[in-house]
């Protein structure tokens, strides 16, 4: 069964309950087709400004050959102008979607290749070492030590708490630095889309690998 015919019932709630089920456990098994889902009001809109040009032209067509036809072949003529215009909407709706599949899914691809041939986690031996708690640790040994373990929010909120409590410029520079390859990481593997914060954090920092993980956060965000 070709559930991509049915996308327009199932986003209206046309579908029989039955019916539906089928095609909610197809999504679950093409990614495609819950892609095109996710998608369907962006390329509708899309799609019924393009028909709109196409059907204002069919209609200037057809007025200059009236005088070559009935005037009762006129409510046929109208009749088949709908028709078509729900032909052309699908047509363009399937074919503007399988587009934004495609296009989706070869950024993805593109991204997850960056990310994989460039990127290397900031390695600290004194963090990798340390134990599990953070209990007696300074302030930035404790974010050093939730980023060696990418638990990202703890190591957010350290950073914060960092930032309020000092003001000595190398320490806020190491922070910094970490703070923008967590916010790197949260928009790779989690997509928090956190680009920018990222791009910010890496731009307060005056550590050399600060300007190269910049470039890869701007490099990541255009996909």
């Known amino acids: 069964m070709d559930y991509y015919e049915y996308i327009d019932d199932y986003i209206s709630g046309k579908l029989s ?3 539906k089920l089928d095609f909610e456990n197809a999504m679950k098994l093409d990614d495609s087709l819950k892609l095109a889902v996710e998608n369907y009001d962006e390329a509708k809109s899309i799609s019924e400004g393009l028909l709109e040009i196409d059907i204002m032209g069919t209609i200037d067509k ?3 050959e009236k005088n070559l036809q009935k005037q009762e072949e006129l409510p046929t003529s109208k009749a088949s102008i709908f028709t078509m215009r729900r032909i052309m909407a699908a047509a363009s709706i399937i074919g503007l979607i399988a587009i934004a599949t495609w296009w989706l899914g070869n950024n993805d691809k593109l991204q997850e290749e960056l990310w ?3 990127y290397v986690q900031i390695i600290d031996p ?3 070492k340390s134990g599990d708690g953070v209990e007696g640790k300074d302030p930035l040994a404790t974010v050093k030590h939730y ?3 990418n638990y990202n929010e703890e190591c957010i909120e350290a950073v914060d708490q960092l930032i309020q409590n000092t003001d000595n410029r190398d320490t806020l520079s190491l922070a910094y630095l970490y703070l923008g390859d ?3 990481k949260r928009s790779y593997h989690q997509g928090t889309n956190q680009w920018k914060e990222a791009i910010a ?4 920092s005056n550590e050399k690998d600060a300007i ?4 890869w956060a701007i490099d990541l965000s255009s996909y």
């Open 147 to 149: 980023y060696a373990r």
């Open 201 to 204: 954090a890496f731009e307060k």
């Open 62 to 64: 057809l007025s200059s």
């Open 116 to 118: 994989t041939k460039n």
């Open 126 to 128: 004194d963090a990798v």
């Open 17 to 19: 309950d039955e019916l």
């Open 212 to 215: 190269k993980r910049k470039q």
């Open 182 to 184: 967590t916010y790197l």
